[in-house]
């Protein structure tokens, strides 16, 4: 039975949404006894406010008591925009990002927002800002509160040790090339005095972090927005490489890279998720770039059934006018003036048993969320 989209989860159902595109995604998901992790941030229509701080109070959860961490899998834009501010309101979360962005060569990098203009938006210099709030919070409260992540590292674990958040990259290799990206970027803004309106393009994305989400005998994947990679040492294939398969396999992923052929590895669904995995996603549009497009929906579709994203790739809405509207519509509003607008971020949610686990978890649709199907017809709830 459907529940309302402001029902929060029970202590032991553990839940993933995911949420976009707004301005960017972001996933939440409830670890148990009203535990929370926020990664990325995603603006809804005004890129204000912050999806998952709306989300968490609309199902009467108070983040600054009850998010335990924040993680920026990557600075591109459409990860960070509120990232900082919603760290802020999260007071007794742990900030956890690339071990890349770390670095004097990112700091320096950063700093340049503040110094240089640019028509870009300030993407390095919003992680800058988190990683600040988090150092200052480790000196008040006497903890460690910022996490850099690598390959095959513990970010979080409860108090019970029941629930775990494990980095499966960067890997040695994936933080190198980012800095060596990032000096080359800072290079070549000094000397021409100005940074460029856009980022050169990196390839894999080098500072993105994957992360397995364990919570009892569950586990769910956060694919980030890690590329397939160019030799074993990058992107999944450095992942897989060290992925034994004595880990437990996932139930849950968040599709890389938008579900894009860019972040697909066919051995990620056979080594590192169990048949018929939930597969949730967020589209991407920009420009004249839309994923997942037909062949990479096709793709996902190959594997499971019960794939799900937030809205509608193209844009447009899920469902029909009725044909009245579509008269007024019609009679009012010149043809070729006529655009379709979505409706913001949408919502894709996945709840299922903590300690049951014959509880196959069930996925509920909002906001122009739906189901991926070869056919023309998607179910939504709202």
């Known amino acids: 039975m459907a529940t309302l989209q402001s029902t929060p989860p029970k202590l032991d159902e553990m839940e993933v949404s995911v949420f976009g595109p707004g301005f960017g995604e972001s996933v939440v998901v409830h670890l148990g006894s009203g535990e929370w992790v926020i990664v990325d941030s995603c603006a809804g229509e005004g890129r204000e406010p912050s999806k998952p701080l709306e989300y968490l109070k609309s199902i009467g959860q108070v983040p600054e008591e009850c998010v335990r961490v924040v993680v920026a899998t990557h600075w591109h834009n459409d990860h960070v925009v509120g990232l900082a501010e919603t760290l802020d309101v999260c007071r007794n979360a742990v900030f956890c990002c690339s071990d890349a962005l770390s670095s004097r060569d990112f700091i320096d990098w950063a ?212 044909p009245k509207v579509e008269a007024v519509i019609r009679q009012t509003t010149p043809q070729h003036t006529r655009r379709e607008v979505s409706n913001g971020a949408g919502h894709v949610r996945w709840r299922a048993s903590i300690h049951d686990l014959t509880d196959d978890g069930s996925v509920e649709l909002f906001d122009g969320a739906m189901q991926l199907s070869r056919g023309p017809t998607a179910t939504t709830s709202t």
């Open 111 to 322: 700093s340049l927002y503040q110094e240089l203009p640019s028509t870009f938006q300030r993407s390095p210099e919003k992680i800058c800002k988190a990683i600040e709030i988090a150092a200052r919070r480790s000196h008040v409260q006497q903890q460690q509160m910022l996490k850099f992540a690598k390959a095959d590292t513990l970010v979080w674990r409860s108090g019970s040790g029941s629930a775990r958040l494990v980095a499966l990259s960067p890997s040695d290799e994936m933080s190198r090339r980012a800095m060596a990206f990032m000096v080359q970027e800072y290079a070549r803004a000094m000397r021409i005095r100005a940074l460029p309106d856009r980022l050169s393009p990196v390839t894999p994305n080098d500072t993105a972090v994957v992360l397995r989400v364990d919570v009892g005998d569950r586990s769910v994947l956060l694919g980030s927005d890690l590329e397939r990679g160019n030799g074993s040492l990058v992107g999944w294939s450095s992942v897989l490489k060290t992925y034994f398969g004595t880990e437990k396999k996932s139930s849950v992923f968040k599709v890389a890279h938008h579900g894009a052929k860019s972040g697909w590895h066919e051995h990620v669904w056979s080594d590192m998720l169990v048949p018929r995995s939930f597969a949730l996603l967020s589209p991407f549009r920009w420009g004249g770039c839309r994923c997942p497009n037909a062949e990479d929906q096709s793709r996902i579709l190959a594997m499971t059934d019960r794939a799900f994203i937030a809205s509608h790739p193209d844009g447009r809405p899920v469902g029909k006018r009725t």
